[in-house]
């Protein structure tokens, strides 16, 4: 059923609109704290979107970063990375040594490494006979080595994790390095044997 019109009868004063009882309705202007917690939805959510944006640039920069290292062939090296010296190094470096490793057969001819540190007084032994070491002319090598093979290896190793290592030839008791060849102020295999033996 159709709403009555309003009573626009009566004085100016009057002759604003009203509705008849019970149909009517009031208008009111909305409340500031209304207004205020809009306002304050609206900054959290802007916040939230630039944290984001933020986080977003912050892992891309991370993988580009990666992404150039690996492309510029970066390498990272262990703590343990060793690095043999040129072959031209002189003799006297051995003394600098803290720890001497030797690999030679054991007794049933396995391939066997013992590491020694120089404190030990027959590893001091072995590093006083390879310092004092001749070098043998290539003439004389070349006939003292005839037909020998290498059984083992000596090696020296620096604080600075470098390292002087040797081949053993216990028979002729030589030991040789790159192109040089020396025979040590000393019986080499009965040195090498007394240092694997250790302490008794």
């Known amino acids: ?12 004063a009057s002759r604003r609109p009203r509705w008849p009882a019970g149909r009517g309705f009031v208008l009111r202007q909305p409340s500031k704290w209304i207004l205020v917690a809009g306002v ?36 990272v090296t262990s703590p343990y990375d060793l690095l043999e010296l040129p072959g ?22 396995a391939l066997t490494s013992y590491g020694m540190s120089v404190d030990l007084p027959d590893v001091q032994v072995l590093v006083r006979a390879v310092t004092k070491a001749e070098r043998l002319d290539p003439e004389v090598a070349t006939a003292e080595l005839a037909g020998a093979t290498p059984e083992g290896t000596l ?46």
């Open 1 to 12: 059923m159709p709403a009555d019109p309003p009573d626009t009868t009566g004085d100016a």
């Open 40 to 75: 304050a939805v609206v900054v959290a959510i802007a916040a939230i979107v630039v944290v984001a944006l933020l986080v977003d640039r912050s892992r891309d920069q991370e993988r580009r970063a990666a992404a150039d290292a690996g492309a510029s062939g970066t390498v």
């Open 88 to 109: 031209n190094v002189d003799l006297s470096r051995v003394k600098d040594a803290a720890f001497v490793s030797i690999s030679v057969p054991d007794e049933s001819g």
């Open 155 to 200: 090696t020296f190793v620096l604080p600075t994790r470098e390292t002087l290592t040797f081949a053993l030839y216990l028979k002729p008791g030589l030991i040789a390095r790159d192109t040089g060849v020396w025979r040590p102020d000393a019986d080499l295999k009965t040195l090498v044997q007394t240092a694997i033996a250790g302490p008794e």
